[in-house]
Structures are given as C-alpha cells and as structure tokens.
C-alpha cells in the first residue's frame, strides 16, 4: 500500500503494522460471527423465508429517548 515510504516503515517500525493487525482481528471477529449464526441461519432464522411461507414483516418497534435527569455509567 506505501511502497517506499519511509515515514510509513519508520511508523510500522515503531508502533507496528496497526492495519494490518485490525486486518486480521476484523477478519478473525467475522468467522467467529460466522461460526456462531450457523445454527439460526440452518433452522430458518436466516434471511430467505421457507418455501411457502411468506417473508415475515419488519420490526415495529422504536427507541424512545431516555428520560430527563442523571446519567448513570
């Protein structure tokens, strides 16, 4: 991506290849996504309906703002 950067391979020096490692953790992060929505997507759960039946309708509910007064962290 920056061939012949020096402030670029002084950086990844320095602190390492950041994009590289959110790379990987991103990728790592969707196989485990992937892996743990198997069982919903085989028992129907996924996004194509059953043969037969029809699709089901969108969600209704909404968010409500939060009530005035203190925050709570």
Partial sequence: MFQDSPIYDRLIAERGDIPLQVRREAERVSREVEFAMQPLLQSGGGHAP?????AP?????QRSALPPGPQQR
Wanted: charged fraction near 10%.
């Fill in 57 to 61: 309708s969108a969600p209704t509910w």
């Fill in 50 to 54: 059953a043969p037969g039946r029809p």
